[in-house]
Antibody
Framework: QVQLVQSGAEVKKPGASVKVSCKASGYTFTSYGISWVRQAPGQGLEWMGW????????NYAQKLQGRVTMTTDTSTSTAYMELRSLRSDDTAVYYC????????????WGQGTLVTVSS | QSALTQPASVSGSPGQSITISCTGTSSDVGGYNYVSWYQQHPGKAPKLMIYDVSNRPSGVSNRFSGSKSGNTASLTISGLQAEDEADYYC??????????FGGGTKLTVL
């Protein structure tokens, strides 16, 4: 069965960086893209960007350009999301999600990783 | 890219039908048949309920249906059940090759 398992919760100080991992299993990793979506406490979903696990092409949300980098390691079927220059409003649950083939939708989601930014 | 517009809350009684709207622009909802809907229970990850405007993934009840007219997409849930109480989010592909979500709608089953 398809599973996306994310790394554990993180606490970071303002200005620091965080790198969240998302290990995929149950499908051919390079056949699907991975998106990252975050959700601040009590707020809605925010799309952060997308990476093709096939060729590493990326597309990021404009508001995060320059602060976010998404990568993949095909040898371990793992996707990574690094966010730099953290601010308090980056405090959120971060989800990875598999892009559903040719459809622009996300059919499988990780369990979420809480990133807390606090001095 | 501005978020898509959804009502903050809707409610209905068991057995009734409700519809949640999702309004965007010609650069997202109106320009592509790539609208999807997600259900999220408290403390859980979102679950895909509808993709490509009106398609249901395997395992999703046929009580859930989607449609689109112009720049507004809609999710209809028929035969409301207590387990349907959750937050619902729409999402659309955009002309910038990005995705945008709606602000979310809290469904209360009375």
């Amino acid at each position: 069965q398809v599973q996306l398992v994310q790394s554990g919760a993180e606490v970071k100080k303002p200005g620091a960086s965080v790198k969240v991992s998302c290990k995929a299993s149950g499908y051919t990793f390079t056949s699907y893209g991975i998106s990252w979506v975050r959700q601040a406490p009590g707020q809605g979903l925010e799309w952060m960007g997308w990476i093709s696990a096939y060729n590493g092409n990326t597309n990021y949300a404009q508001k995060l350009q320059g602060r976010v980098t998404m990568t993949t390691d095909t040898s371990t079927s793992t996707a990574y999301m690094e966010l730099r220059s953290l601010r308090s409003d980056d405090t959120a649950v971060y989800y990875c999600a598999r892009k559903a083939g040719t459809a622009w939708a996300f059919d499988y989601w990780g369990q979420g990783t809480l990133v807390t930014v606090s001095s | 890219q501005s978020a898509l517009t959804q009502p903050a809350s809707v409610s209905g009684s068991p057995g009734q039908s409700i519809t949640i709207s999702c309004t965007g622009t010609s650069s997202d909802v109106g320009g592509y048949n790539y609208v999807s809907w997600y259900q999220q229970h408290p403390g859980k990850a979102p679950k895909l309920m509808i993709y490509d405007v009106s398609n249901r993934p395997s395992g999703v009840s046929n009580r859930f249906s989607g449609s689109k007219s112009g720049n507004t997409a809609s999710l209809t849930i028929s035969g409301l059940q207590a387990e349907d109480e959750a937050d619902y989010y729409c999402s659309s592909y955009t002309s910038s090759s990005t995705q945008v979500f709606g602000g979310g709608t809290k469904l209360t089953v009375l």
